[in-house]
């Protein structure tokens, strides 16, 4: 028989105002066959490249795989640009390298006024039809869910991660840099990292692998967790 692959420890880093509810479909697997944890330095620190600090710096001894997904793809990527020797592998789902375009900045520092106002929900449910593959945008179960998810951050932490993210740098320079083995995977409905971007960043790395989940749009975790998870764990088995 052959032998299984060598458990891994797995780093899973939330996006923009989640948590670990974000992965909560993927973790039996994952966590079936590797050590899983779930970061939350977005939680505490203001800025994009001072996350992936604290991330590598509260991190055990010795390298381990990074998966991100959006905001939390961003920091993987700042994490492997800091500290290359302390990530083996980078998994990016439904993220971008590029900085906000002036018009994304403007609606960023829009929707922040609505969130200080206590206008939580108004701006998610605007934001459901961008989010969501448009069969999920109809299911009323997933919407309760990400609204659920979102909502539970609360105003302070919505405010204070769309400003780290609207004042990224683009990474897209650097990118080819990055030598760790990467998986690149985007929803083939991703309206807001859209599919291009995930191209073009999976071209820049060495070596990287693209994939594209059906059914899915940017909140690909919730959306298609078994797609996901099934991709993952087929990805970290060919780990070297």
Do not use: K
């Not at 592998?89 to 994304?104: K, N, V, W």
């Amino acid at each position: 028989m052959p032998t299984p692959p060598r458990p891994r420890s797995l780093v899973l880093l939330p996006g923009l105002a989640c948590d670990a509810a974000l992965w909560a479909g993927l973790l039996p697997a994952l966590a079936s066959r590797h050590h899983v944890s779930v970061s939350d330095v977005h939680t505490r620190c203001d800025t994009l490249p001072a996350m992936a600090h604290a991330l590598v710096d509260g991190l055990p001894p010795g390298a381990h795989v990074l998966a991100g997904c959006s905001m939390g793809g961003m920091v993987a990527m700042h994490a492997a640009l800091q500290a290359p020797h302390r990530v083996a592998a980078l998994a990016l789902l439904g993220t971008s390298a590029r900085a906000d375009t002036p018009e994304l900045v403007a609606l960023r520092r829009q929707a922040c006024v609505l969130f200080e106002q206590g206008r939580i929900d108004d701006v998610l449910r605007a934001n459901v039809a961008f989010a969501f593959h448009p069969r999920n945008a109809a299911d009323p179960a997933q919407v309760q869910a990400y609204l659920a998810l979102v909502t539970r951050a609360g105003a302070a932490q919505l405010v204070r991660q769309n400003q780290a993210v609207l004042a990224r740098p683009d990474l897209r320079p650097r990118l080819p840099t990055i030598t760790c083995p990467t998986l690149v995977l985007v929803g083939e409905a991703d309206a807001l990292t859209p599919p291009e971007h995930a191209r073009e960043i999976a071209a820049a790395i060495p070596g990287a692998q693209l994939d594209t989940v059906a059914g899915a749009g940017h909140m690909l975790t919730l959306e298609q967790p078994a797609a996901v998870s099934e991709r993952l764990l087929a990805w970290m088995a060919t780990l070297p």
